[in-house]
């Protein structure tokens, strides 16, 4: 199965919002309520931003959020700093007990 | 607090075998579904397995059906990650990495990862 598709980078000045898109299909991302967004920087392991298509983990800032619209979710993070910049990845259930992840997208913090 | 470390990664030639431990602490671990993800140098994230909390389901990526086998020890907190017939596109960070819960509902998300380990396949 192919990945979900992501834009492979995204750039935000300090203060401002930015959404990342994370395309599926309609046996993953469109038929199911599993979606996950991850964020790790260079050297790093990942981080759970979001979870089950918009629910964020306790400690995780309220400037990152999620939702989804048919075969499509997105990741928006308000009030961009410096410490966003990394890489960004999304996930969804796929059906018959399997997982799979996007391509991932870089976000640089101008 | 939740502590995942992996081992066993190392340079192996195609066609041979490897077993990756991840020694879980700071949680009942027999109580979580467990998954593996691979990241392949430069690249993005990749599923591999997830295994119930009791062991007794496990399902796999396409691409490593059939080679790699996941198991876990709960009396000694322990996943783990039989892979076979390594090819050289297995070369990648393995993380082992906790589901959220055990129920069908929690298992597909990552809630906690471990810092991986490296498996380098190649002749």
């Known amino acids: 199965q192919s990945a979900l598709t992501q834009p492979r980078s995204v750039s935000g000045s300090p203060g401002q919002s930015v959404t990342i898109s994370c395309t599926g299909s309609?046996?993953?991302?469109?038929?199911?309520?599993?979606v996950s967004w991850y964020q790790q920087h260079p050297g790093k392991a990942p981080k759970v931003m979001i979870h089950?298509?918009?629910e964020r983990p306790s400690g995780v800032p309220d400037r990152f959020s999620g939702s989804k619209s048919g075969n499509t979710a997105s990741l928006t993070i308000s009030g961009l700093q410096a410490e966003d910049e990394a890489d960004y990845y999304c996930c969804s259930y796929a059906g018959r007990y399997t997982v799979i992840f996007g391509g991932g997208t870089k976000l640089t913090v101008l | 607090q939740v502590q995942l470390v992996e081992s066993g990664g190392g340079v192996v030639q195609p066609g041979t075998s490897l077993r990756l431990s991840c020694a879980a602490s700071?949680?009942?671990?027999?109580?979580?579904?467990m998954h593996w993800v691979r990241q392949a140098p430069g690249k993005g994230l990749e599923w591999v397995a997830i295994?119930?909390?009791?062991?007794?389901?496990?399902y796999y990526a396409d691409s490593v059906e059939g080679r790699f086998t996941i198991s876990r020890d709960n009396s000694k907190s322990t996943l783990y990650l039989q892979m076979n017939s390594l090819r050289a596109e297995d070369t990648a960070v393995y993380y082992c990495?906790?589901?959220?819960?055990?129920?069908?509902?929690?298992?597909?998300?990552?809630?906690?990862w471990g810092q991986g380990t490296l498996v380098t396949v190649s002749s």
């Open positions: 089950d298509v918009s």
């Open positions: 990495a906790r589901a959220p819960g055990n129920q069908y509902s929690s298992s597909w998300a990552v809630d906690s």
């Open positions: 700071g949680f009942t671990f027999s109580t979580y579904n």
């Open positions: 309609s046996s993953d991302v469109g038929a199911y309520k599993y």
């Open positions: 295994i119930w909390f009791e062991g007794s389901n496990k």
